[in-house]
């Protein structure tokens, strides 16, 4: 399986046990979840056209 959804399924394991008590916490879980997100994305639709 994917590492980015066995993050996720970690993620909300721990959401539903209540470890995440300080919305900072919370903000900063999210926060890396949608960055490896993004960065999948990025791998999977490559441009095929790349202006640097």
Known sequence: ?????????????????GEFDE???LAGVLQKLSDAAWL????VYQPSLRID
Not at 1 to 17: A, G, V
């Open 1 to 17: 399986m994917n590492n980015l959804f066995l993050q996720i399924e970690d993620f909300y394991e721990k959401l539903q046990n």
């Open 40 to 43: 999948e994305l990025e791998e």
């Open 23 to 25: 919305p900072l916490a």
